[in-house]
């Protein structure tokens, strides 16, 4: 059976996840389910596992234990053409320029959408002819972010998008081009330590510590108890 988008209620079902490596348990239990359409914040001190649950969710990596479904489906290979992936620290082939890479991954990805993607260009002002392996760090995510968002992809899981991108630029990122993105259809799951940059953009969070599921919150709850998600995750974790 196909993934069906379309009937699922949950983007994302995480159940009693657990990974353990070089005998180190590094996700313990973790369970929580991200409804569709919904922009989930993944929260945690450094080392906390979140990488590694992303990894897992995407199906690049196999649990120890427990099991994830994407769209009811459990993931793996048939999923994964179902979502962006935009890894901690991945790395672009550094002897294209910008250009080059963006017409590569036209027509690698058959979801891309050429039109956005002209946008995207343009408000994340990537220069087509710089050489990647003379980009900045801010300036390669720019450019990774990209490849990911111009897909149009139902789930986009992205992990430490603004790595190395300022600050005006990483506000300016979360509140037009991702929001511009969150049409309710499409779901994110965005592990970051930009917290005051991105909590006007979560409506739930997953705050992740010591590889267990310290709390998980609707945002607009917290907000009717007068708590921000910076001081939420103050309380959990200090
Ligand atoms: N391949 C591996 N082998 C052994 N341990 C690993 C491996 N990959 C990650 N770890 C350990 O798993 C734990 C969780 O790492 P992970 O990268 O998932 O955390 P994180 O929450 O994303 O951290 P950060 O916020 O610093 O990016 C860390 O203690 C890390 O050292």
Request: glycine content about 10%; overall charge negative.
């Amino acid at each position: 059976m196909g993934v069906n988008v379309n009937d699922a209620l949950y983007a994302i079902e995480c159940s009693e996840v657990s990974v353990t490596l070089k005998k180190k348990p590094i996700l313990q239990d973790v369970t929580f389910r991200l409804e569709k359409g919904r922009i989930g914040g993944l929260l945690g001190p450094n080392g906390a596992g979140k990488s590694t649950l992303l990894k897992v969710c995407s199906g690049l990596m196999e649990p120890s234990g427990g099991a994830v479904r994407i769209f009811g489906e459990p993931a793996g290979v048939a999923t994964l053409g179902h979502m962006a992936v935009l890894p901690d620290r991945g790395k672009l082939p550094g002897w294209l320029t910008a250009g080059e890479w963006l017409q590569f991954a036209r027509d690698l990805y058959p979801d891309w959408n050429e039109d956005y993607a002209e946008q995207l260009v343009q408000s994340l002002r990537v220069n087509r002819q710089s050489r990647i392996a003379a980009l900045s760090r801010g300036e390669e995510a720019r450019l990774q972010l990209l490849t990911c968002l111009a897909r149009r992809s139902p789930l986009i899981v992205l992990d430490e998008p603004f790595t190395g991108v300022d600050m005006l630029s990483r506000e300016q990122i979360a509140s037009s081009v991702v929001a511009d993105l969150a049409d309710g259809e499409r779901t994110f799951l965005i592990a970051t330590h930009d917290i005051r940059e991105m909590e006007n953009l979560f409506d739930c969070l997953i705050l992740l510590g010591d590889g267990r599921v310290r709390s998980t919150d609707d945002v607009d709850d917290l907000r009717q108890r007068g708590l921000s998600v910076e001081s939420h995750y103050r309380d959990v974790f200090s």
